[in-house]
């Protein structure tokens, strides 16, 4: 999980026993039980405010310097804390959600923002050294967690196709399973993309095969199998020399549970490479958001299509930062590799099946 940086606050965990008010020169806070807010403030500085947010809300806060300073008069009664930030930030900021809930609010300079869509992003961003950094991943692991991250970024990418279908964009697709070199090949000509990125590997040995500028897929599936061979060297060697200088120091198994589970994994890497070759679980591709859209009805093949894009919440960013775009593809379920289809067979069966419809009819 990654865990966005906090400029200028300290994140406290939300936990209220009951209410608790305090008065600071001219402001009133009140944080209820039930999590709603209370805030009477005159002319309180910026800064003031957000950091009585972060004593009671287990949410990131980041600050330019030039808005720090800035004053702000408000009075509301029983707020949430979305609209407690809204009214705070005054209109110019972007809420950033972990799928779930509020994560972060990036507070911009005054006439930076317009009205932003949430639902337009899931995942999480990091900020720091003047640079921001956009991760297109779900929250955490667990199965509700991702499903519900991918219906949302289904979501945003059929959002998207209604709006602008020719827009384009790049896509961190995630496979149901893993595919052969050969299929991933046939799946990427078949659907007109541009591939970018490959997603090799087995299990928890996974990585990614950046295209040159040009490069066909054939030529980049090539060149990423002698990359595979040379690391599957190189971890058989490494995983045979930790077990036997342990076992030299006369160690037994039990003692060395990490090494040779090490060690399994990169033998079953081994064993599925010369036995199935390389092996692809995900792409990064690019093509229109109408291309892009219509994969989410291939479920047999495609587990994820998940648009590179942020709508507004990454356009208020950008305007202050430069940006960056890190897509984590998601790892099979299962160890298993997607059928090959026979394609006559697909066809003889469409044909069928609209021939059945036109007799119905």
Partial sequence: MILAVVVGVIVVP??????????????????????????ISRSTPLEVLLSKITETANVDIYVD?????????????RSTLIQLLE?????????????????????????????????????????????AQMFFMPADNSTDTTNDYIKKRHEAL???????????????????????????TAFVKENQLDPVTLNIGWKEHGGGHDLQSGE???????????????LISLLLEDAGRQVASMRQQGMRDAQMEAELEFQKSAN?????????GLTIYGIRVAASAKQLHKLTSNDQKIRLVDPLWGG??????????????????????????????????????????????????
């Fill in 216 to 230: 066909s897929i054939e030529a980049a599936i090539e060149s990423a199998t002698l990359f595979q061979e040379e």
């Fill in 312 to 361: 507004l919440v990454e356009d208020e960013i950008a305007n202050v930062y430069p940006m960056t775009k890190i897509a984590i593809p998601l790892v099979p379920e299962n160890d298993t590799f997607i059928p090959v289809v026979n394609l006559r067979s697909q066809r003889m069966q469409s044909m069928f099946k609209r021939s059945n419809r036109a007799n119905q009819g």
């Fill in 87 to 131: 009214r705070i930030a005054g209109g110019n900021y972007a809420m950033v959600y972990d799928g779930r809930n509020v994560s972060a609010l990036h507070v911009l300079p005054q006439g930076k923002t317009r009205p932003i869509d949430i639902s337009e992003f899931s995942g999480k961003v990091k900020i720091g050294n003047r640079r």
């Fill in 158 to 184: 059929a959002k998207l196709a209604r709006k602008d279908p020719d827009k384009e964009i790049q896509a961190q697709i995630s496979l149901q399973g893993y595919m052969s070199a050969k299929q991933a």
């Fill in 268 to 276: 079953d890497l081994s064993l599925v490479f010369y036995t199935k």
């Fill in 14 to 39: 939300f936990a209220l026993a009951g209410d608790t008010s305090q008065k600071a020169s001219s402001l009133q806070w009140t944080a209820h039980a039930d999590g709603t807010f209370s805030v």
């Fill in 65 to 77: 310097s030039a808005s720090k300073k800035r004053l702000v008069t408000i009075d509301v009664k």
